[in-house]
């Protein structure tokens, strides 16, 4: 065999290996899209800023044949969907748990910014009674600048592209070719309409929890899913908090009252035998001290299936 022979069979080859390669990453891809994927944009709980932990409100991303549909948008959404890789303009659907501001805070920012993309946008948001107002006052706050950009670089009117759906029951929220979203009140006094939403799509269950004491009709709504992203709350650290604070008693009322322990937590998932249970909306989620292991040691009490203590921009 001649030298010129094997160099043309070392490029065949090494073309054919290249060529492979390609196909093979485009066919990986392209899998990747159509299965439903988890990110946690944000898993600190309450509206203080974390300026220890650098963990962002309270948010979740789930990509269904890689179309974005974003749970609540505590502080830091906009920012965080971009550092997940997600152009803002994707954003197609927006759910809202209730209406405290930490989940609800950047709500209108993020249909500004997904608006202010220059690509058109259209995008369908749910949430109990109050998110209709709530849009159109940001969108009153911010009239001038809109109706200024209108006329000075032209586009959409992104009042004409954001179609709001309030309900105040559980139920059938949404569904398409893809996910069956449903609903159900949970329990976070004094708010009394505070969802938690299940995504049942093809490949995966999820159900989020959002802000809730402990509810066994949550469990039930809960019931055999392959996700459950719920809420968690570690008593030592915030006795700790509210020893630090004298003041602070009514708080603690607060957070016994309408938040879930750790233990609760594994009640919850143990009863709803979930494959996955992540611990998000951590409080309080200011804490560097506390470990993964305290946040998952209450629950293993009662939870014997996989527990992930979640963190900024993981994906599940």
Known sequence: MTRTTNRRQFF???????????????????QDKNRTRI??????????????????????????????????????????????????????????????????????????????????????????????????????YEKFDIDTRLVDEGGTDPRQSIFVHEFEKAGDVLRNGDVHVTSCRVRHPPITQSYAYRFDARDRSIVVSGDTAYA????????????????????????????QNPGATRLREHLLAAHTSCEDVGRIAAQAEVKTLVLAHLVPGDDPSITDEQWSEGVRKHFKGRIIVGRDLMEI
Request: proline content about 5%; charged content about 20%; overall charge neutral.
């Open 39 to 140: 990110i946690l944009l944000g898993t600190k709980g309450g509206p203080t800023l974390s300026t220890r932990t650098g963990r962002s409100g309270p948010s979740t991303l789930i990509l269904i044949n890689d179309v974005p549909y974003v749970i609540d948008c505590g502080y830091g959404v906009s920012r965080q969907l971009t550092k997940a890789g997600v152009a803002l303009d994707r954003i197609r659907y927006i759910f809202i748990t209730h209406h405290h501001s930490d989940h609800n805070l950047e709500y209108g920012p993020l249909l500004y910014n997904a608006w202010v993309t220059a690509q058109p946008i259209h995008i369908d948001a749910y949430g109990p009674t109050g998110l209709k107002k709530l849009t159109q006052d940001f969108f009153e």
């Open 216 to 243: 066994p009709e949550l469990a039930e709504f809960s019931k055999g899913a392959d996700v459950l992203i719920h809420e968690a709350m570690y008593l030592p650290a915030v006795d700790k908090l509210i020893k």
């Open 12 to 30: 065949v080859g090494a073309a054919s290996l290249a060529f492979s390669s390609y196909l093979f990453a485009r066919i990986a891809r392209g």
